[in-house]
């Protein structure tokens, strides 16, 4: 069965620092992986996505992510973070073929402190 | 695109009500997901349709969920005997399904949120 863990709850940082939010997955297959933001009251918002190919995949809003097999990794970053940043964020891993049914990690909640 | 839209955004209902919920996804999309999030977890999967096909359902369906999509566009999930523990917001999303465009990201609509009084 397919999961995603991610490790920090809540994390803070300061406007203009850089981020990294951590995504562990497990999947017997090579995975779809993803990441989406949600904002309070809203739906989630497609950040990026890693199907194959280069294993550092670029985002909106700034936003990359790197895959590392090895670590079963797909670590979200940004180098340089905005107020408007601050919400919650999902990595979530989907499988090839069918139906791409996702699984969601539980989140982490982004504070940015001006 | 317009987007993936859901109606109602809220509702509020007496336990032991029906509710139905409606999911219009982007037009070329023939691919429709349900989940369901709780406060303070991520989305879980509910059920998925290609087309008017429900081709999966997942185990937190219970009997008195049921979903359809009966001409391949909008789907509706309708509750029965709604409990406390259905309280939650109810997330629709739509893809391609193009196997020959691989897999495609799924698109989310702003969700339902239902409480249970």
């Known amino acids: 069965a397919q999961s995603v863990t991610q490790p920090d709850i809540h994390i803070t940082v300061s406007e203009g620092a850089s981020l990294e939010l951590r995504c562990n997955y497990s999947?017997?297959?090579?995975?779809?992986l993803f990441w989406y933001v949600q904002s309070p009251g809203q739906g989630l918002q497609l950040l990026l996505k890693?199907?194959?190919?280069?294993?550092l995949v670029q985002g909106i809003k700034g936003f990359e992510a790197e895959f590392k097999r090895s670590q079963s990794s797909f670590n979200l970053r940004k180098p340089s973070v905005h107020w408007s940043d601050a919400a919650e964020y999902f990595c979530?891993?989907?499988?090839?073929?069918?139906?791409?049914?996702?699984?969601f990690g539980t989140g982490t909640q982004l504070k940015v402190e001006l | 695109d317009t987007g993936v839209s859901q109606n109602p955004r809220h509702k509020i209902t007496k336990r032991g009500q029906n509710v139905t919920f409606r999911c219009d996804p982007i037009?070329?999309?023939?691919?429709l997901y349900w989940y369901r999030q709780t406060l303070g977890q991520g989305p879980e999967f509910l059920t998925y349709?290609?087309?008017?096909?429900?081709?999966?359902k997942s185990r937190l369906l219970s009997d008195r969920f049921s979903a359809e999509r009966p001409k391949g566009s909008f789907s509706t999930l309708e509750i029965q005997r709604t409990e406390q523990g259905d309280s939650a917001m109810y997330l629709c999303?739509?893809?391609?399904?193009?196997?020959?465009?691989?897999?495609?990201?799924?698109?989310f609509g702003d969700g339902t949120r239902l409480s249970i009084l």
């Open positions: 999303a739509s893809s391609t399904g193009v196997v020959s465009r691989g897999n495609q990201p799924q698109h």
């Open positions: 999947y017997g297959a090579t995975p779809y």
């Open positions: 890693y199907f194959s190919g280069d294993t």
């Open positions: 979530a891993v989907g499988r090839a073929g069918g139906g791409n049914k996702l699984t």
């Open positions: 037009s070329e999309h023939n691919r």
């Open positions: 349709f290609q087309n008017e096909a429900q081709l999966e």
